[in-house]
């Protein structure tokens, strides 16, 4: 008797553990989701992009670095842009990095069928560029990481629009110093 009791409760902890792993609170399961379940709270910064914004940063350095014509069109195919920044402001706020925020959006992306795209070194290691894609057109990339120096941040980038792949590339060259400008 006292097995078939200790069967049940250790599948219940087991259960319960492996739902805090998800992220903090109740996991969200959609990146829209995941940026209302964290705007305005403490910590979190959201900013949605303009792509002025964008041309105005990254037209003057392709220009310099690329000739600019993968950027240039990846610029024009943005509907909408967003960014969450996180970096942790109170104890509470803390415990949310420790609980794990980029676990929670891993799996958003991953069960919302986000394919990881090869960037190479040209993100380093900050960043996870992750597409939706049906071929070599992209509808929607995101792209996680943290804030340059800032210990236990997170940030989640979501770009929707029409790109291809190597599209995509070139702009998330740019993306460190997008998240940094805004983040601010």
Request: with cysteine; charged share 20%.
């Amino acid at each position: 008797m006292i097995l078939k009791l200790r069967f049940p409760a250790l599948f219940l902890f087991l259960l319960l553990v492996g739902c805090r792993a998800g992220g903090p609170g109740t996991p969200a399961t959609t990146v829209a989701s995941f940026f209302s379940k964290y705007d305005n709270r403490s910590g979190f910064k959201t900013a949605d992009w303009s792509a002025d914004l964008l041309e105005r940063m990254a037209l003057v350095k392709a220009a310099k670095l690329l000739g600019g014509s993968e950027l240039t069109n990846a610029i024009t195919g943005i509907r909408k842009a967003r960014v969450i920044s996180f970096a942790p402001t109170t104890g509470s706020a803390q415990n949310l990095a420790e609980q794990g925020l980029l676990q929670e959006a891993t799996g958003i992306l991953q069960g919302n069928k986000y394919e990881p795209l090869s960037m190479g070194s040209t993100l380093g290691s900050d960043y996870q560029v992750s597409v939706r894609a049906n071929g070599d057109r992209v509808s929607e990339f995101a792209a996680t990481g943290k804030l340059p120096d800032v210990a236990d941040s997170f940030v989640l980038v979501s770009v929707e629009g029409n790109f291809t792949r190597s599209q995509v590339q070139a702009l998330a060259k740019y993306l460190p110093q997008i998240v940094q400008a805004t983040a601010r």
